[in-house]
């Protein structure tokens, strides 16, 4: 009877991994490192429970439960989810897609290099390099703090752009500003329409600001109102 049940599983997990086959262009296939039950539910979809490690090839994800969609090679998982890739990694409550393009939702907490970014909801297409966060974004760099309702993240040119009305907070300053692009790799902040930047005792109107870094210094490329 052992022996039965032990060939059962067996097969289904067999099954399983060439059901998830991503696509007829995808050779790889999403590995089953351990889940506690496997089951079919109404709809015949796969249904993973209880302590889930997947991987796809260097990526890994963990979560409590998976359905997996086998019609359209998607999956729902929910539960703890934290998927991972070396030393980056994302957790969140939900995750639905797949493993190159997929959508985080509940509480979505980002760890990518010395960024740290949470949001209401992340996309991600792994394909593109493209990640974009959407609601209550905020985003740690440096001794930088952003917050904004959108922002766009290219992990090719490491690079962050936001076009939603944003505030900045950088040691005793709060900077306003419509429009922002960070280059993480030259160190850079670049500033765009209705800036305002609050000091202490001051405060300076400008169209267009520039932050270095490295230097430590801002400058204003058009002219500003200090007031």
Not at 61 to 89: M, W
Not at 106 to 116: A, E, P, R, T
Not at 197 to 209: D, F, S
């Amino acid at each position: 009877m052992k022996y039965g049940f032990l060939i059962f599983i067996i097969f289904l997990l067999l099954s399983l991994n060439r059901t998830f086959s991503i696509s007829n262009e995808e050779k790889k296939t999403i590995q089953i490192i351990h889940t506690d039950m496997i089951h079919n539910n109404d709809n015949q979809d796969f249904v993973l429970t209880g302590n889930i490690h997947l991987k796809y090839d260097k990526y890994h994800l963990f979560c409590d439960k998976v359905i997996y969609d086998k019609k359209n090679h998607k999956f729902h998982g929910s539960g703890n989810v934290r998927l991972t890739s070396g030393k980056n990694k994302i957790i969140s409550q939900n995750i639905v897609g797949n493993f190159f393009d997929f959508q985080l939702s509940g509480k979505v907490v980002l760890y990518h290099g010395k960024i740290k970014l949470t949001a209401d909801t992340i996309n991600c297409n792994l394909k593109k390099k493209l990640l974009q966060a959407i609601n209550n974004v905020v985003l740690f760099f440096d001794k930088i703090k952003l917050t904004t309702n959108m922002l766009e993240y290219n992990l090719i040119s490491n690079q962050i752009f936001y076009k939603k009305n944003s505030i900045i907070h950088y040691g005793d300053y709060t900077i306003c500003s419509k429009e922002g692009f960070f280059y993480i790799n030259k160190r850079k902040i670049e500033l765009k329409h209705e800036i305002k930047l609050i000091g202490k005792n001051y405060t300076v109107y400008a169209n267009t600001l520039v932050y270095l870094f490295k230097q430590d210094q801002i400058h204003f490329h058009d002219p500003a109102v200090i007031v």
